[in-house]
């Protein structure tokens, strides 16, 4: 992945939270950022297959520390987070294996709430607030750590270590859902 452009773990830019964009003012910042995300979303792509999971990337982790992070949902559009802000989180939880970018080789199992909601900023400045769910929440709470400045490590429960990638049996499954 350092490869590709994307920071690696123990890296400074990974572990100190990103800087908000004041938008409308910063809009042309933004949207190079937001340009340098789908760059770099489309260099990985390029090198392995995320379509079972969906795949983000946070600006800090291509050396970037403001607050922007693009998710690619397995089979949608990407979603935009500017200045994302989880302002509820749903008590119902649940516990499964993720991956990161910035230390590719192991995997964690975390848990995280089913749904959530989030504020985000647009380009013109508007503050708009989105629900996700199921695994778009996982992917986008992910993100969102990534520009709060903690590895999903910090989330796993305590006593339970990130595996080996070897080890990890269900590399390239889609997370599922009861309904």
Known sequence: MLDLGV????????SEPA???SLPDERQA?????????AAMERIRHVHDFSGKGLGVAAPQ?????????????GADPIVLLNPRI????????EKFEGCLSFFDVRGLVPRPLRI????TTLEGQVVTTVYERGIARLVHHEIDHL?????????????APIPVEEYRQ?????????
Request: hydrophobic share 40%.
């Open 30 to 38: 933004a949207d190079t950022v937001v340009g340098q995300l789908l």
């Open 117 to 120: 909601t989030v504020e985000t």
């Open 62 to 74: 291509i050396e970037i520390r403001r607050s922007a992070a693009v998710v690619q949902p397995p």
């Open 87 to 94: 302002t509820v989180a749903s008590e119902e939880m649940d």
């Open 7 to 14: 920071v690696q773990y123990g890296a400074p830019d990974l």
């Open 171 to 179: 590399t390239g499954r889609a997370w599922t859902y009861e309904q």
């Open 19 to 21: 800087r908000p964009f």
């Open 148 to 160: 709060d400045g903690l590895l999903y490590t910090a989330r796993m429960r305590t006593g339970v």
